[in-house]
């Protein structure tokens, strides 16, 4: 887990959020800073952002890399609803920044929103309205539809999409569903039809979007799948902008093969100006899908629990880049934590050819624990000794850019004498390199294995690492000339393969160890090599 601050926490909160919200990291004794109009003016949140442990937002604060640069206390940003298009998220990620969301605090206002489009939609409600209220009586004008017994398309049926499915279900349409995250199974309980893109295109007639916004979703109704779809559909989105070409989209509905759509969101915003307006089958709303009093309140309240629980035991819930912890796992993981990035740092500091893959090992009570986090804080470990900057957020993210394959495996058998093992592999260029270690019941870790050598050591911040071969004379001899050099030895740990064979020494000692001072360790008959490690 990311080093948590000793002290009391602070937080700024610099869009607006509720006094309830507020109140709850004082609460939970973290100091809070609430000025709700700073996100507006970046050179003033700037200027204090360095002073903070947490940063609670809403939309109007911008994360930029520039304001991140100058955030050297900053820990965590949680965003009060899902979208987290105003975080940087990379170079928080390069800055070792969790960025937490609040996914499930406005589901079901934004599925709402959505079914109440699908309501105006099909029933011509807006215009209805308007025409009214300039006193005609245009009844004959607004011919509507039924939603009964319609096929409505749901594509992207996580948390929104499997709501408005839902809704949709009760309403007595019939759903499918395009998302290719969606199991089987996960399907059936829901109550809907797993279909592939062209498929729902093909057959609903309408069409509601609950992605994100990302490359492989951008244009997702773009102009060539929008002439795939059913002439008179009708197609909403409460999402994000630019899931639908909207030049496309209007050319469409000039054309009648789109009946109508409906729109809470667009490619440009604040929208006030968009090919769309003006068109007499659009309806149009200002990005209203999680505006309700309900919503606005639960993502307040969520943001401010699950930064609170961070800050305060590292638990780690709805992380962006980070996966999660909870506030149970967060005190056995803690030692798991620290023998992960120790064997990972021990095995990266012997290592200087390129590396190509990390392979780590669980074995016995430890692989039904939450090893990604473990798996982060190895990989951390093995990188640090050449990216100083890397830590256990940005880990995963820069090893996967340079091309270096992470392997887990977990074996919650018997892991031989101990009740958890963890062992690391390096695969280097030269040759590989490995490292085994466990937790003992006092909650600090040791290695138990080394090379393939068991080996009983503890983690010390300065330890040799020797190889030589077992002769006698070998302790004698290296403990003469760290004797003669003034350096004291904390402890001393020995492993062999055999007699006479290979062997390895693993040394705490309690002052730096000069160059030429492991160079007459060398010079020892029966010593292999050396080096100075450092935790």
């Not at 559909?233 to 209007?250: H, K, M």
């Not at 009093?293 to 699950?306: R, T």
Request: charged letters at 20%; aromatic letters at 4%; a neutral charge.
């Amino acid at each position: 887990m990311p080093k948590l601050t000793q002290s009391k926490p602070k937080v700024l909160i610099s869009d607006a959020l509720s006094d309830a919200a507020v109140q709850i990291f004082r609460d939970r004794g973290i100091e809070v800073d609430f000025q709700p109009g700073l996100g507006k003016d970046k050179e003033a949140l700037a200027a204090i952002i360095g002073n903070y442990d947490g940063l609670a937002i809403r939309s109007a604060t911008k994360v930029t890399g520039k304001l991140l640069a100058q955030a050297t206390r900053l820990k965590v940003v949680g965003r009060a609803g899902i979208g987290v298009d105003n975080v940087d998220v990379p170079a928080a990620t390069a800055k070792g920044v969790i960025v937490m969301n609040t996914p499930f605090g406005n589901s079901i206002t934004t599925a709402e929103h959505a079914i109440a489009l699908m309501f105006a939609l099909a029933r011509q409600i807006p215009a209805a309205d308007a025409s009214t209220q300039a006193g005609k009586w245009e009844k004959n004008r607004f011919m509507g539809v039924e939603l009964t017994a319609k096929t409505l398309g749901v594509i992207g049926c996580g948390n929104i999409g499997a709501v408005v499915a839902d809704r949709a279900i009760g309403l007595k349409l019939k759903v499918v569903a395009y998302d290719p995250f969606l199991t089987p199974e996960r399907a059936v309980e829901i109550g809907v039809e797993k279909v592939e893109l062209d498929e729902l295109l093909a057959r609903a007639d309408i069409i509601t979007l609950h992605v994100p916004l990302t490359d492989k979703t951008r244009n997702i109704l773009s102009e060539e799948n929008l002439a795939k779809t059913k002439r008179g559909v009708r197609i909403v989105n409460c999402a994000r902008g630019g899931l639908v070409d909207e030049a496309a989209l209007r050319a469409a509905l000039d054309s009648g093969h789109v009946a109508g759509a409906a729109l809470d969101v667009f490619v440009t915003e604040p929208a006030t100006e968009n090919p769309l307006f003006g068109h007499p089958n659009v309806i149009c709303t200002p990005h209203l899908g999680a505006s309700t009093a309900e919503a606005q309140e639960n993502v307040a309240l969520q943001v401010a629990e699950q930064m609170a629980d961070y800050l305060l035991s590292g638990a780690i819930t709805n992380a962006i880049n980070f996966p999660s912890i909870s506030a149970e796992e967060a005190p056995r993981l803690k030692p798991f934590v620290a023998l992960c990035e120790k064997l990972g740092s021990f095995l990266g500091q012997l290592t200087e050819a390129p590396i190509k893959g990390i392979r780590i090992t669980y074995e016995g009570a430890v692989a039904g624990m939450n090893t990604r986090a473990l798996t982060s804080a190895a990989v951390t470990g093995v990188l640090r000794p050449i990216l100083q900057e890397v830590n256990m957020v940005s880990a995963p993210v820069i090893a996967r850019d340079r091309g270096i394959v992470i392997d887990e495996i977990k074996r919650e058998g018997g892991a031989s004498d101990y009740e958890s093992v963890v062992r690391i592999t390096v695969d280097a260029k030269d040759m590989p390199r490995d490292a085994a270690g466990t937790v003992f019941n006092d909650g600090k870790p040791r290695v138990i294995e080394i090379r393939g050598i068991g080996i009983d050591a503890p983690f010390a911040p300065l330890m040799l690492y020797v190889r030589n071969h077992d002769k006698p004379g070998f302790v004698g001899s290296f403990g003469s000339v760290l004797g003669d050099a003034g350096v004291n030895l904390a402890t001393f740990a020995l492993g062999r393969e055999a007699e006479g064979g290979n062997a390895i020494a693993f040394v705490a000692v309690d002052a730096e160890v000069s160059p030429e001072v492991l160079k007459a360790i060398e010079t020892i008959p029966q010593v292999k090599r050396v080096r100075l490690v450092r935790f």
